[in-house]
């Protein structure tokens, strides 16, 4: 008899407890869910290339960080900029924040950046520089000290970029380029030969000795000078050119065709 009646009370004790932590459940499980981070992956790129991650959603944009393919990111939202869609992310290694095309990011955020942010992301983007700031476009941490005036399409200040670039300074042509595993950007003196209206030549000068020729046919690069493994990408107007391991150029239309 005695058996019976603790039996009884322990089954009683359950009973009483049973919905209370029903009760408590929903309210801890949906708030952890929701704190998750979204990450999307890099994909899309090709073989042995990075992708760049930018200051502003444009392709004249100051690089913060390189990804490769595969790396992972918390991906903050995607919005039209300018007719192209830009993600606005964080990545922990390199830890950087800044902007990447949507195509290249899998999968991708369906929430937007507030209207406040991208409204000022795209204006920059948007913004007409007076003159070339080859520190901001080589990768250099000054920036400019005066906001910069508007209005034309990122196309079309791309453009303009590239051929400020091709006249900087003291009127030599000069690109971005880099020439060893993990050198940043630098300027490189250059030279073009032009065919017709969609051939050129490109002759590149490394600042340490010695010369690159990257040919373009159709008014997109085609070849180079090297044995190595020859590839490219495009943003907007600029054309990403990797040769080999190591060597990266960054050449704009506007350099290869002219005006």
Known sequence: MMRRTVTLRKSLHALIAAPLLMAAWPSVVPAHAEEAPFISVVTGLAPDDLLNIRAKPSAIGK??????????VRNLGCNDIDGHPWCKVESDNPKATGWAPARYLVPLNPATVPDQAADAMAAEADATPDAPDLTARLGSASQPASPEPMPKSAAEIAMQDAYGLALAANGTLQIPCARYVGQPMAPCAASVTRKGTDKADVTVTWPDGGSRVISFDAGL???????????????????????????R???????VLGD
């Open 63 to 72: 690089t913060e960080a390189r990804l490769p393919a595969g790396a992972s």
């Open 221 to 247: 690069p085609a070849s180079s000078d090297a044995g190595s493994n020859f590839r490219f990408t495009r943003e907007g107007n600029l054309n990403m050119i990797r040769i080999g391991v190591a060597e």
């Open 249 to 255: 150029f960054e050449i704009t239309d506007t350099v």
